[in-house]
């Protein structure tokens, strides 16, 4: 479904200070999986995200999404590919705030319109529904709560029926009952329709939810565990758990 | 949901980056606006006017030349005499094919024996006119009679009365002529038997006495001979007659022509010094805004718009925004100048053309898609900036 091969990230920050955020990485990730990916600040897991959906290109190596090297594509298909194979959901509040929660939610759908506006409309209704909003389609971000605007980003990240769901610590600005109800709903989610889940976190205590953790440290990955079990020679998951 | 709704949300959600783009858009739009009617509408004018007095050669009393071209371009009241022999004088010379004189009168203000205040009349002779007849011929199939006059297109019969009463004297009015859009206009035309009669009776009818100078005339129109070169004439003219000036149609109106240039070039440096304002405001509000967009262009491109769909939607905001100021400024300009011309006429001592409805909804299509375009541009150039960083990066400054 998704495959890096050696693929690196450089930035410019500062005055032409270079930094490698992301350093000869390869990386495959199958259909189904549930992928939590942990590591220090600044250790590259959000880089990492933003190369695999095609937001940062890779200063090295090459980013394949369904076999497709995604930067032999012009821009406006990599971004048909994003707005059909990947829904967001970021750290920061990322609703629209001149929008309402339903228009939010139906966000991703105007730049390819595909099942004509009264079949988006009541499947954005359906998702805010099964995330618990759907007395409030008509508010605007601010009416909402942190935890309830997370949720609207989740129900606008499914909105195009997505094959992979890219999660950056999506409950770093929530509170422990939210973050768990939060955490429910990527599984219900991932349990009800099989898509692909790729979540980053530094919170240790989310380690457990997923079918496969990746930790990164520097830049690289220095370990890859599925279902608990060692591979490629890394370190157990207990071990990286308490980090 | 599209994008251009989407556009009128960010626009109605960041008001103040709206309010002073409209305010831009509007105040360049109706700065070139006011520009453009105040040069063109004067000019138009001056030429309508010197066009429909229709000689080669104006000649008229020497050191009078300001006063009535103003009275002639304001239709203002006027009193200039000089002898009804220099008619004769100027038959005589090479060059001179016909010359006819005219008469310039007004009548009283705020008096009951004239029905109308302020208007300027011109009396004319029959036999040897040829400036005002010819107008005569297109609106009235014969001659001008005794007591009868043509009025200029906005001169009406007072509702309370049968006919216009001059110093006690009831003119009939047979007529009016087509709409000039000079003050041509509000002017009224009768022969020179007419005026004679209505001087002859005010003494018995008005408040005040109609004077005109026994074998006087205001001043000579004058026909050149075919090759004959104006310059040359007027300058003959000049030195044969005394006390008189020659003004040859070129250069009548020649002082007015002069402060209108000086006016046209004062509002076209306002003009210049408000549009690069107003654009550097613009490039450096949408810079700066869309400085703080990049967590929304980032967020955009992650949820599937490419860099042409997050450009067009910066720059549809950009051209609705101009589009809006555009309209407003340039309908708030044609509204105050159609209800101030008269004012700025006064103010100019220069009569104001208003253009046709057609004429001006072009001059306004013209503005606005210029006013648009500059936006748009300097809208561009920032967000072709931001759209073509990395979305990853972008969103990594927040």
């Known amino acids: 479904m998704v495959r890096l091969k050696q693929v690196s990230k450089r930035y410019t920050a500062g005055r032409n200070r270079q930094v490698e955020a992301v350093r000869g990485v390869d990386l495959s990730v199958d259909k189904g999986e549930f992928v939590v990916i942990t590591g220090r600040s600044g250790c590259g897991k959000t880089t990492l995200l933003n190369l695999i959906a095609g937001l940062a290109r890779p200063t090295v190596g090459s980013v394949f999404v369904g076999g497709q090297d995604i930067w032999e594509l012009r821009d406006v298909q990599r971004s048909f590919l994003r707005n059909r194979m990947f829904g967001f959901v970021f750290q920061y509040p990322s609703l629209m705030p001149s929008l309402t929660v339903l228009e939010n939610a139906l966000l991703p759908t105007i730049f390819f319109p595909g099942d004509g506006d009264a079949g988006t409309r009541s499947r954005a209704n359906a998702l805010l529904e099964t995330v618990g909003l759907g007395d409030k389609c008509s508010m605007y971000p601010r009416q909402l709560s942190a935890g309830q605007q997370q949720r609207a980003v989740i129900a606008r990240s499914l909105i195009n029926n997505p094959e992979v769901l890219l999660a950056d610590e999506p409950t770093s600005n929530l509170d422990e009952q939210t973050e768990r109800e939060v955490i429910s709903l990527f599984q219900d989610v991932h349990a009800s329709s099989g898509i692909t889940v790729l979540l980053v976190t530094h919170a240790s205590q989310l380690v457990t939810h997923g079918t496969r953790l990746i930790h990164m440290s520097g830049g690289e990955i220095s370990s890859d565990n599925r279902h608990g079990t060692s591979e490629k020679g890394v370190r157990p998951i207990e071990l990286i758990k308490n980090d | 949901m599209n994008l251009a709704k989407l556009a009128l949300r960010n626009i109605a959600h960041k008001s103040v980056r709206s309010a002073v783009v409209v305010t831009c858009a509007a105040l360049v739009s109706g700065l070139t606006l006011a520009t453009e009617m105040l040069s063109t509408g004067m000019e138009k004018s001056l030429e309508l006017v010197r066009d429909h007095l229709g000689a080669d050669i104006m000649v008229i009393p020497a050191g009078n030349q300001t006063a009535v071209e103003q009275a002639l371009l304001m239709c203002g009241p006027v009193e200039v005499w000089m002898p009804r022999q220099v008619v004769s004088q100027l038959q005589d010379l090479p060059g001179v094919e016909v010359a006819t004189p005219q008469l310039f009168l007004s009548t009283m203000r705020g008096a009951s024996c004239c029905s109308v205040s302020d208007m300027f009349m011109i009396a004319f002779d029959p036999a040897t006119d040829f400036t005002v007849r010819p107008w005569l011929k297109q609106n009235l199939a014969r001659e001008l009679r005794l007591g009868e006059a043509i009025g200029g297109h906005y001169v009406k019969i007072p509702e309370d009365r049968k006919n216009i009463l001059i110093y006690g004297y009831e003119i009939e009015l047979v007529g009016n002529l087509e709409r000039t859009g000079s003050n041509l206009d509000q002017s009224m035309f009768f022969t020179y038997e007419t005026a004679l009669e209505i001087a002859k009776l005010s003494p018995m009818q008005a408040e005040r006495e109609l004077v005109i100078k026994p074998d006087s005339i205001s001043a000579a129109m004058v026909r050149l001979s075919d090759g004959a070169s104006a310059s040359q004439v007027a300058d003959l003219i000049e030195r044969t007659i005394s006390g008189v000036v020659a003004i040859e149609n070129a250069n009548i109106f020649r002082r007015q022509r002069e402060r209108l240039e ?50 067009l939607l910066v720059e549809v905001e950009g051209i609705m925004l101009a589009l809006w100021g555009g309209t407003i400024g340039l ?68």
Not at chain 2, 274 to 281: P, R
């Open chain 2, 262 to 311: 000086s006016l046209t070039e004062s509002l076209a440096t306002l003009n210049i010094i408000a549009w690069l304002a107003a654009i550097s405001v613009v490039g450096l509000i949408t810079s700066t805004a869309l400085s703080a967009r990049h967590h929304e262009i980032g967020i955009l491109q992650a949820v599937g718009a490419s860099r042409l769909k997050v450009i």
């Open chain 2, 331 to 398: 309908a708030l300009t044609a509204y105050t100048i159609f209800l101030f011309r008269n004012l700025i006429g006064s103010l100019a001592r220069m009569p104001l053309y208003y253009p046709e409805l057609g004429s001006l909804l072009m001059k306004c299509l013209g503005i606005l898609a210029l006013v648009t375009a500059s936006i748009g541009l300097m809208t561009l150039l920032p967000t072709l900036r931001s759209a073509c960083q990395e979305a990853g990066t972008t969103m990594k400054d927040k």
